[in-house]
């Protein structure tokens, strides 16, 4: 009887770790909440309410996906794009290297990130720079885990 009450706090003291663990995870499903972008000395939004964009990581790879939630009847507004690739994450050093883009001059690219879990949300903040496309700037972008 003794060992089996033991065995079973053992199970549930290993099963509360593991799931402490998905949850500071960065694995998983996000949506994007927020984004601000640094320019030069300027900082603006561009979350843009009217869209809805995912970012879904898992083991290995990442992808994001974004479209307009008019489900592209508006043709001025349609939106929709969407990339994916693999990634390294070393402790909060997260480096996206892009591999598939519908913006094909963004392919082949490596973006590195600082990126910290707080609860729910991750937040992720680095440089997008593609000197061939003259792009060099700081995005902050915010993310809540999709249950």
């Known amino acids: 009887m003794k060992n089996a009450i ?36 300027s900082t603006f939004s561009t979350f843009n309410p009217k869209t809805k964009m995912i970012k879904i990581i898992n083991d ?11 489900n592209g009847k ?8 969407g990339g994916g690739g693999k990634y390294t994450l070393k402790d909060s050093i997260y480096t996206e290297n892009l591999e598939y883009f519908n913006n094909r001059p963004w392919e082949n690219n490596k973006f590195e990130f600082v990126v910290k879990i ?27 885990r999709e249950k």
């Open 60 to 70: 290995t790879h990442f992808a994001f996906f974004n479209h307009d939630l008019n």
């Open 118 to 144: 707080q609860n729910d949300t991750l937040i992720q903040e680095g440089i997008e720079k593609l000197e061939k496309l003259g792009i060099n700037r700081i995005i902050t972008e915010k993310y809540v």
């Open 74 to 81: 508006d043709s001025i507004n349609a939106v929709f794009f």
């Open 6 to 41: 033991s065995i079973l706090i053992l199970i549930i003291i290993l099963s509360s770790c593991n799931s402490e663990k998905k949850q500071n995870s960065i694995e998983g499903t996000w949506r994007l909440i927020s984004a601000e972008t640094t320019e030069k000395d």
